[in-house]
C-alpha cells in the first residue's frame, strides 16, 4: 500500500474514526504541552508536521496560542479536511511531503517542531530528522508523538488486540476498506523501539533527549519523544 494515497483514501472518515480512540486528542494535547514552548507561544514560530485533519495542529493551538503555526502534510486529501475547520490567522498549511519542505517553501528558523504519528511512516526518516534539527533553532525542541511497543512484549500484545477487535474492524465498518488500518498495525510492530529511537534521534544531531509516557491502555504503546537541538 502507497501509505500517501492510503491517507488520501481515509480523509473522509479519519476524524471520525480517531475521535472513537479515548484519549486521543488530549494525549495529542500532553505532547504539546511538553514542548514547553514559553509565554503562550508569544513571538514563537512552531512547525507542526505530518498534521493531517489538524488534530495534532489544534493541540498546538492549544498549547501556544499565540505562536505562528507552520502545518504541512504530505497528503492532499487530510490537509483538505484539516483547511476545512476554524482556525486562527495565524495557522497557515502547506501541501508538502516531509522529505519536501524546502522546495515547498518551508523554511527555519523555527523555535518548535512537533511531529504527530509521523515519523513511523518515513521510508527514511534519519535524513527527515537531521532536516529537522537544522529547521530548528539552537536549543529548540523537537516533539515526536508516536507509537512504540518494539521493546514490551506486553505492549505489542495489546496493540495487536486493539487493532485486530477495534481498529481494523472500525475502518472496515466505516470506510469499507481496512488498509490502510492493517498497514497502521504492522507499521507500529515494525517501528523502533523507546530506546532505538531514542539513539535515532542522538544520531542525528538532537540531546537532552527524555521519553514520557501516557495513561490508560496507550501506556507503553505511544509516547512523547523530546529532544532538543544540540548548541552550536
Not at 485533519?53 to 504541512?72: D, F, K, M, Y
Not at 497502521?184 to 542522538?202: P, T
Request: charged share 25%.
Amino acid at each position: 500500500m502507497k501509505v500517501l494515497e492510503g491517507f488520501d483514501k481515509a480523509a473522509a472518515d479519519y476524524d471520525r474514526l480517531v475521535g472513537a480512540n479515548p484519549g486521543y486528542h488530549a494525549q495529542l494535547r500532553l505532547s504539546a504541552r511538553r514542548m514547553g514552548i514559553p509565554d503562550q507561544g508569544r513571538g514563537q514560530r512552531l512547525l507542526d508536521l505530518g498534521c493531517g485533519t489538524g488534530a495534532s495542529t489544534a493541540a498546538l493551538v492549544r498549547a501556544a496560542p499565540e505562536a505562528e503555526i507552520v502545518a504541512v502534510d504530505g497528503s492532499a486529501g487530510m490537509l483538505a479536511r484539516a483547511k476545512e475547520k476554524q482556525w486562527p490567522s495565524s495557522v497557515t498549511f502547506v501541501h508538502s511531503r516531509a522529505e519536501d519542505l524546502a522546495e515547498a517553501g518551508v523554511r527555519g528558523p523555527f523555535d518548535g517542531v512537533f511531529a504527530a504519528y509521523l515519523v513511523r511512516n518515513l521510508p527514511e526518516p534519519d535524513g527527515v530528522l537531521r532536516a529537522v534539527h537544522e529547521l530548528l533553532r539552537p536549543r529548540a525542541p523537537f516533539v515526536a508523538h508516536e507509537y512504540s511497543v518494539a521493546d514490551s512484549p506486553l505492549a505489542k500484545a495489546v496493540w495487536t488486540a486493539v487493532c485486530w477487535s477495534v481498529i481494523i474492524p472500525a475502518g472496515r465498518l466505516v470506510s469499507g476498506d481496512a488498509s490502510l488500518h492493517r498497514y497502521l498495525w504492522r507499521s507500529v510492530l515494525d517501528f523502533d523501539g523507546v530506546i532505538d529511537f531514542e539513539n535515532r534521534l542522538s544520531r542525528n544531531g538532537f540531546d537532552t533527549i527524555r521519553t514520557g509516557r501516557m495513561s490508560g491502555w496507550q501506556r507503553g504503546v505511544t509516547h512523547t519523544f523530546f529532544a532538543r537541538r544540540a548548541s552550536r
